[in-house]
Structure formats: C-alpha cells, structure tokens
C-alpha cells in the first residue's frame, strides 16, 4: 500500500477532529443553535440538554461528576483559572505556587505574572529521565504554599509524571494539586479520584475533538475547591467562567470524550506497538540515537529522539514530506533550543538534534516504515556533511573542545 | 519558515562538500560556531602557492539548512579567488544571493568567519613553515 504524504506524525500539537465527532456535532450549528443560557424556550433547553450531556461525558472518561466540569475555550484558558483563580481565592492562606521547569508555557508564563504580583513560585528541577523529585517537592512545601501544579504528561517527550504519589504528598499537606492533562487524557487511564488530583486541564483538540474548547475539572468535595473567575459576566459555569457555551464545541468535545473511553485500551496498545516499532527500527538503522526522557514512564504515542551530529531544521528540511517537531531552535524565532529538552541535562547539541514523534489514530506501519526509511537517508546524508560526526569519528571528544563561539 | 529556493538547491545539491588534509601546508582550516549554538561549520581552502590563487573549497556543517547554504556558497565564490579577494566577501552578500531573512542573518555572520579562520589559517602555516615547506611532503588526499 502506497503511503498519501505528507504524513501526519505530530498528534501532541493537534489531532484531526474523528469523523463521528464532526457528526455529531453538525446539527448544533444549524437545527439545535440555541443558547444554553436561554432559560425560558425549547431551543434553550436543547442546548443546554447537549452541554448537560457532553459534561457527563467529559466527566466520564477522568471518573469525575459532572459537576465538576466548567468549560473552557481550551487548556491554555484552564491553567490561567487553575492558578490565578487560586491564587486570588486562598491569598490570605498564602502566596506560593509549586512547579516544574518542563511544563507547558501556559503554566510558567501565568507564574511568571503571579510572581510580579507579589507571589512566590518554586519551578522544580527535573531528573534525567525528565521525571520531578518527590522529596524535592516535599522540601519545597512551606506553610504559604496554596498550589502544586505539575502536568501529568510533557508535550514534548511524553514523560508521564508521578502524578498519584505527588496528589498523596499534596493531601497530606494540605495543598491543592492542579494538573495540566492535556496529553495524557483520552490516551491512557486517568482518575481524577485514583490520582488524588483537585483540578486538571483538558483540551478537546488533543483528542480528536475540535479546537477552542477545553475543561478544568473543579474537585467539589475533599477538598471543595474555590476559584475566582478570571473572566466576568453572566456567571455561566457556576460563576467561574462566563461567556456564552460554544455549544457546538462542547458536543463535540464530549463525544470525543466517549469515543476515546470506549477506544483507549485497544488504541493505546496498538499505538505503543507502532511506536516501539519505530524506535527499534530507527536503532537499527542509525548509530548514536539519544532517547529524550523516561522510557518507561512515557505516553505509549510519543517518541523523542536526537539525532547526534545532525541539527534538527535541517533534519526537518529533508522530511519535509513528514510532520513531525523539533526542540532545535532554528525551528522557532527564538535562538533557543527546547527548555524541556535543556531541562534534562542532555547538553544543547543534542537538543538541536531532536525530533519529537507523535503517533494517533490514523498512524499506519506503511507511514511509520516511510518515515523510519526516510530519516535513515537524510541523517546519513547530513551527517556525512556534519564536521562533528567527523572528529567524533576521528576520536575527538567534541565536549572538551574549545568552540569559537565570540559573537553568537 | 519558507525558503528561497537558492537555500532549498544549495541544501539538496550542496557543493563541495568534504575535507581535505588539514596538515598540508597550502590547506587553511576554519572552524567557526559551537554545538550548542546549533550551527559548527568547517571550512577548507587550498590555495595555489604560485599564484595565490584558491584553487579548491570544501566545507562540512552542522546547522540549519541556511547554514548548509551559506557555507556551500562560499565554497563556490572563493574558488578562482585570491586569498585577498577571498577576505573581502561580506556576508551582506550571502544574505543578498541567498534571501536569507533577519532570523538566518547568524548563519552569513557565520560564513563569513569561516572564510576569514580558514585564510588566517593558512597564512599562520605560511609564515611559520616559509623556510621548510619545500621539505614537507605533500599528503595524497
């Protein structure tokens, strides 16, 4: 079977929308195009029966109540309610918020505001398996800390985080624990009530619903979590975030939802295959490949590797025929490769060197054989090109050399 | 990011890719940029010790495909040059040949050194070798 390029391997930064999603959702832009805060007729109530519906799915696929839900226009929206909502609400109990260098920007950079605000943030180191420290974590709880926020799996090396152990350490103290879940609802098991987690942020987008609709799961009960809008109006969502429900998002959002709870345990399993398949491929292809985080603790979709001696656009250039990520930095208008990537310790050339996979439902063996093909060529192709690869193979030690870095 | 097509010809068919040995007497060496910049580039010139003349260019870089573009284009404009006429290539004119935009501006800088370490490099060996060059033996490539 021929593969159709390009090839789509870049599920953590979207996901199409699942066709019995789109279906699902048709009539609500057209027929049922009510406003769920229309109390008082029929195409109101239809609305909001679909909002109501979509909840308990949502609800659902983490083992939350309904009423726990409060949507939002993605997870970007839900980390700032998250934090700044508890910030402002728990002010009086205290002022610092616990996190960890490798999350998503929608975390540190609302930290970062809080901070000029007159709050105190610990951004916790990760190990070299791109995991948090727990006895770190412990150290760093004081008696002004109102927040731990640490996403459950990274965006860019899918390195799954201790999540249950550090929603005991937050109970145990006292301290409310949110999580940014983006990556890893829909894909693999997540409790609210097993993880012992207070707030989560859910996007539909990264899970084959549609964009610009999002959750925060509010935990109501032990503890009954208490946020401050961030946005104000009409009081919609039980007073935390006001707006008119994008009904049609929502629908599709929480069959998304369902779809992904009755699928996960088969696509999941199927995926991780494909992805080992890849990995060994790739291995037994290439020498000098570098796995970037945990690869036990890791979504079973993603893979992220450095390809030492070959910096990553140009990787990028000669598959360009494949959609795929890298932490280079030449990818990007900063000059700065990934933060996660440096995070890890792996050292910056190797984090020019990486690309981050991410395999979903639509991903095939004929794609992955492509793609493995593909960057075997142009690896060996650019590292012939490399004067790296050349020394290393000459036997110098590239991290003892001296660079002429003046002026870059 | 889009690229020129002179970027995407010179990333796909580069020139004269390769080394040559970096002990010959009429071979200047330089090696410009770091790991953990993203962009190393190494850059050969040969040059004729009659004429003065470079008769051959080879280079090898780590880097982005712009980087890869800059340092194949200097290979071909410094053949047929003079060592002199090779150290007033400015990397405003790589940027101009190649359209390269603000945020690839580093990679011409780049180029640019390259070319100036290979020819310092060069002239380094001449001068200290200048009494005892017509003993060394010329390395076959």
């Known amino acids: 079977m021929a593969v159709k390029l390009p090839i789509y391997m870049d599920y953590h930064a979207t996901t199409p929308v699942d066709p019995r999603v789109v279906a699902e959702m048709m009539p609500y832009f057209t027929e049922h195009f009510g406003n769920a805060a229309s109390r008082n007729h029929p195409f109101g109530w239809e609305a909001e029966e679909a909002v109501e519906k979509a909840r308990k799915q949502v609800a659902d696929l983490i083992g939350a109540n309904a009423k726990e839900i409060v949507f939002t226009s993605g997870a970007t929206e839900s980390d700032n309610l998250a934090i700044k909502g508890v910030a402002e609400m728990y002010r009086e109990k205290g002022n610092h918020i616990i996190t960890a260098v490798t999350e998503h920007k929608a975390i540190i950079d609302t930290c970062k505001r809080l901070e000029k605000d007159g709050y105190r943030v610990t951004y916790l180191a990760v190990q070299k398996d791109g995991r948090i420290n727990l006895d770190e974590l412990r150290a760093a709880i004081t008696d002004k800390t109102i927040l731990i926020t640490i996403m459950a799996a990274n965006n860019e090396i899918g390195v799954i985080q201790p999540v249950a152990e550090i929603g005991a350490i937050a109970k ?3 301290v409310l624990f949110h999580t940014d879940a983006v990556q890893m609802v829909g894909k693999v098991p997540f409790n609210v009530n097993d993880l012992k987690v207070d707030m989560a942020s859910l996007s ?5 619903g549609p964009k610009g609709v999002g959750a925060l799961y509010v935990r109501r009960r032990n503890p009954r979590v208490l946020l401050s809008a ?3 109006g009409g009081g919609h969502e039980r007073g935390m975030r006001s707006g ?6 929502i629908v599709g959002f929480g069959k998304a939802a369902e779809l992904c709870k009755q699928e996960m345990a088969v696509e999941s399993e199927r995926l991780r295959k494909l992805r080992d398949y890849l990995n060994e491929k790739l291995h037994k292809q290439l020498d000098e490949l570098y796995i970037n985080g945990s690869m036990e603790h890791r979504l079973p979709h993603n893979l992220n590797i450095s390809f030492a001696y070959v910096e990553g656009e140009s990787l990028l250039m000669g598959i360009n025929d494949v959609a795929v990520s890298s932490g280079s930095a030449c990818t990007s208008a900063s000059l700065e490769p990934s933060y996660v990537l440096k995070a890890l310790g792996a050292g910056d050339d190797l984090a020019h060197s990486s690309i981050r996979f991410g395999l979903g439902r639509w991903s095939t063996k004929e794609e992955v054989d492509y793609v493995a093909d593909k960057l075997t060529a142009v690896v060996t192709k650019l590292r012939d090109m490399s004067p790296l690869y050349e020394l290393a193979k000459e036997g110098v030690d590239l991290s003892t050399m001296v660079w002429q870095t003046e002026g870059h | ?23 010959d007497p009429n071979v200047g060496t330089g090696l410009v940029g770091a790991p953990e910049c993203g962009d190393v580039m190494k850059l050969q010139v040969k040059v004729n010790p009659e004429t003065g003349v470079i008769d051959d260019a080879k280079f090898k870089t780590f880097g982005c495909g712009s980087a890869i573009a800059s340092s194949s284009l200097a290979t071909e404009w410094l053949k047929g040059k003079t060592v002199d006429e090779a150290l007033a290539i400015k990397n405003t004119d790589i940027v101009t040949e190649l359209s390269l935009p603000p945020v690839k501006i580093h990679c011409s800088v780049l180029a640019e050194d390259a070319i100036k370490a290979a020819i310092s490099d060069y002239k380094k060996k001449q001068t200290a070798e200048g009494k005892t060059a017509e003993k060394v033996a010329q390395p076959t490539a």
């Open chain 1, 244 to 249: 008119t429900l994008n009904v049609t998002g």
């Open chain 2, 1 to 23: 990011m889009a690229y020129s097509t002179k970027v995407i010809d010179h990333y796909e068919n580069p020139r004269n890719v390769g080394s040559m040995p970096k002990d």
């Open chain 1, 204 to 208: 539909a987008h990264k899970m084959y």
């Open chain 1, 172 to 174: 145990e103290k006292g």
């Open chain 1, 230 to 232: 961030i946005i104000d």
